[in-house]
């Protein structure tokens, strides 16, 4: 791969992956969407044979997360060609949503039109002081195209995507923690070890229940309540006679009988 490195750490399951195009700021073309799906594939290999639990997504440097998609490369596209495209980032972006394992954006910068899409693609959000949002497509004569239109709505409201989109206008960290849109704000320098910390703190539980939380949450925000726990009370029942649950359990109920046998539990993912 080009444009992206992928990493993982053996010894707390987290892998790591890094856009690397610092001097055009990480911008994304056709080639970097393709080094990331290549870079998913790989971790979703890694995922299936439990070397990785949680991924962490970033970009090289210090400036920029994602500065956007390559306007050089989407300048001369016709009809056709930009809906193709935008379809190339939905499908990559969509499967980053439902990747079976949890995805932190450590956002580190710029993340401005598909850096602000990508990062809302992932599971959580947490960026550095100096990171800048927005959605600036409307002042190059174009929409939203990799789902901004779509995800900003759902995660700030209707009211502040449609400013944050009409108006073409850049929010700094402290706005996107107000309105929600990271969970977290931290120096650059502990923008990593913060996202490396909590990484390793999901990769630590069960990992079936967290990949059971994970799609109960994707499938059910959308659905009436009554569908909604449906869908939970078939994944809460699939947690059930794996060993995973009942060491847990096991563990839990050693704790509260005598709280010197209380052990560790190493998560199997069976």
Known sequence: MEFVLYEVSAETKVGTITINRPKALNALNSAVLDDLSEAFDLAEKDAAEDKVRCLILTGAGEKSFVAGADIGEMSTLTKEQGEAFGKKGNDLFLRIESFPIPVIAAVNGFALGGGNEISMSCDIRICSENAVFGQPETGLGITPGFGGTQRLARLVGPGMAKQMVYSARNIKADEAYRIGLVNAVYPLEELIPAAQKL????????????????????????????????????????????????????NFLRKKDDPKKVKHVAFQNK
């Open 199 to 250: 990484a390793a703190t999901i990769a630590s539980q069960a990992p079936i229940a967290v990949r059971a939380s994970k799609e109960a949450i994707n499938r059910g925000i959308s659905l009436p309540i009554d569908q909604a726990v449906a869908v939970e009370e078939k994944l809460f029942g699939s947690c059930f006679e794996s060993e995973d649950q009942k060491e847990g359990m096991a």
